[in-house]
């Protein structure tokens, strides 16, 4: 009797040294971000839209329809419109690249006047919202004006089966340093916890990760 309540209490430590691990990754967290409002009809436009390689655009020359036309931004983030050869077009909002048009044109037209409007967009890293680990359709997908953690989670289709969505992490940068923090996104979508709702920013990145149960 006494070697059969040795051996037993050898293996509760045992299985108390391999769950305790677990144990304080489960219960370790990270700051939580404050809440965010599903709606909010007095919030602006976010900030100006900054041009990213595979973008598509639709250049306008105002009374030069044969310099008008939809162009794609190429992967080295440069265009090439008729007249102008290789104009760096990433970095710049569309109203930045408008007035870079214009100068070049302005070497054989007079007074052109150039407006540059956003057909589709994929956005530069720096301006997408990137979600890796156990989401249905992991991915980075740009930033939107007043973006928020629900946005975010109906562009990639929810979670996995296998998901330990209260466990996720956000990483940050602010003022040019990295910070994480818990986010709750099964008591967002499953449970309907408005308050684990947050507003998500450029560049932001979502970490997801499985279930160990």
Same mark, same amino acid.
């Given at each position: 009797?006494?070697?059969?309540?040795t051996?037993?209490?050898?293996?509760?430590?045992?299985?108390?040294?391999?769950?305790?691990p677990?144990? &304080?990754?489960?219960?370790?967290? +990270? $700051?939580?971000?404050?809440?965010?409002?599903?709606?909010? $009809?007095?919030?602006?436009?976010? !900030?100006? +839209? %900054?041009?990213?390689?595979?973008?598509?655009?639709?250049?306008?020359?105002?009374?030069? !329809?044969?310099?008008?036309l939809?162009?794609?931004?190429? !992967?080295d983030?440069?265009?090439? &419109? $008729?007249?102008i050869?290789d104009?760096?077009a990433?970095?710049?909002?569309p109203? *930045?690249?408008?007035?870079? %048009?214009?100068?070049? &044109?302005?070497? %054989? @037209?007079?007074n052109?006047?150039?407006?540059v409007? #956003?057909?589709?967009?994929?956005?530069?890293?720096? *301006? *997408?919202?990137?979600?890796?680990?156990?989401?249905?359709?992991?991915q980075?997908?740009?930033?939107?004006a007043? #973006?928020?953690?629900?946005?975010?989670m109906?562009?990639?289709g929810?979670?996995?089966?296998?998901s330990?969505?209260?466990?996720?992490?956000?990483?940050?940068?602010?003022?040019g340093? *990295?910070?994480? +923090?818990?986010?709750?996104?099964?008591? @967002?979508?499953k449970?309907g916890?408005?308050n684990?709702?947050?507003?998500? +920013? !450029?560049?932001?990145?979502?970490?997801?990760?499985?279930? %160990? @149960?």
């Open positions: 009797m006494h070697l059969l309540e051996f037993v209490n050898f293996i509760r430590k045992s299985l108390l040294l391999i769950v305790l677990f144990g &304080l990754v489960a219960c370790s967290s +990270y $700051p939580e971000l404050p809440a965010a409002p599903l709606v909010s $009809p007095d919030e602006g436009p976010g !900030p100006a +839209y %900054i041009i990213g390689p595979l973008d598509a655009l639709n250049i306008f020359v105002w009374r030069n !329809p044969e310099l008008s939809e162009v794609v931004v190429r !992967p983030g440069r265009v090439s &419109l $008729p007249l050869d104009l760096p990433t970095g710049r909002t109203s *930045q690249l408008s007035r870079d %048009i214009e100068e070049k &044109l302005s070497l %054989i @037209l007079t052109p006047n150039v407006t409007m #956003m057909r589709s967009f994929v956005g530069p890293f720096s *301006q *997408q919202v990137r979600v890796v680990g156990e989401a249905a359709n992991p980075a997908i740009p930033f939107r007043n #973006m928020t953690l629900l946005d975010v109906i562009s990639v929810g979670l996995t089966e296998f330990d969505g209260d466990s996720a992490t956000l990483v940050r940068f602010e003022n340093v *990295q910070k994480e +923090y818990s986010v709750k996104i099964e008591s @967002l979508i449970d916890d408005i684990a709702n947050v507003k998500i +920013y !450029p560049g932001d990145v979502l970490i997801i990760p499985e279930s %160990i @149960l």
